[in-house]
C-alpha cells in the first residue's frame, strides 16, 4: 500500500453514501435519537450525542429535525426506543465486513441482513467472526497547511495525522474526538468530517473483478432502513474506483 493513504477507501465509500441523501438524513437523525435516548440530553454529558448531532450539522440536516431527533430521544415527544447490535460476516474475495445496526425490531434486521449476504455472494458469520480486526476510532478528514494541521491536532490529543489527496487523516482516540475537533477549528483549520468509526487493522486487496461484488453487497447492506454503518477491509486502488464510478454515473 506505498503511497496510498491506508483509509483512503473511506472518502470513496462516503462519496457513495452521500449520493442516497434521503436514507443518510434517516440514519443521522436515528443515531441522535439513540443517543439522546441512552445518555440523556444533556450535550456536557454525552459525547455520543454531541457526535452525531455534530454529524448530522456535516451533513446539512435541518436544526429542526436535529432538536426534534433529541426531543423524541430524551422522551420529551413520541419516539423510538433502538437496539444497538453489530453483525459480521465476509464478502467477495475475504473481504471482513462489520455491520452497525440501530433497529426496533431485532428479527426484521436479522432477516434483512441475513438475505443482503446471501444474495450479494456473502456469508454471514458468527458473533466474534471479523469484529477482533476493527478498532473503534475517532477520525477527521481536514483541510490546511501542514504545519498548523499538525500543532493542532496533536495539541488537542491526536495519535497520529497523514496527508491523502489534499487533504490530512487524523487520528484520535473515540472520546477525544469533538476535543481534537474543538483544537483544529480553534486554530481556523477547515474540518471537512468528523465521526467515530471502526477501521480494520488489516486490509484485503481487491481487484477491478471483484471489487464490484464487494461493493455491490456493501451498498445492498447500506440500502438496508436498520443499518447505520458498513465498516469493511477492502483496499481498491483509486484507479479502480474512478472506473466504477464512471460507470455508475453513465
Known sequence: MAGHSKWANIKHRK??????????FAKLIRSIESAA???????????????????????SVPKDNIDRAVARGAGDIDGVD??????????????AIYVQILTDNRNRAASD??????????????????????EQRGLLLVTGDEDTVMMAALEGGA???????????????PGDLQTVRAALEAAEVHVDSGDVTYL??????????????????????????????????FDIPDEVFAILEKEATA
Open 15 to 24: 462519496g457513495r453514501q452521500d449520493a442516497k441523501r434521503g436514507k443518510l
Open 37 to 59: 435516548r441512552n445518555g440523556g440530553a444533556d450535550l456536557s454529558a454525552n459525547p455520543t450525542l454531541v457526535t452525531a448531532i455534530q454529524k448530522a450539522k456535516d451533513n
Open 82 to 95: 433502538y437496539i444497538e447490535t453489530f453483525y459480521e460476516g465476509y464478502g467477495p474475495g475475504g473481504v
Open 113 to 134: 441482513v441475513r438475505s443482503a449476504f446471501t444474495k450479494n455472494d456473502g456469508n454471514l458469520g458468527e458473533p466474534g467472526s471479523v469484529g477482533y480486526l476493527f
Open 159 to 173: 495519535d497520529d495525522v497523514t496527508p491523502s489527496d489534499g487533504q490530512w487523516e487524523i487520528l484520535c482516540p
Open 200 to 233: 480494520p487493522s488489516i486490509s484485503v486487496a481487491v481487484d477491478a473483478k471483484m471489487a464490484p461484488k464487494v461493493l455491490r453487497l456493501v451498498d445492498a447492506l447500506e440500502d438496508l432502513d436498520d443499518v447505520q454503518a458498513v465498516f469493511a477491509n
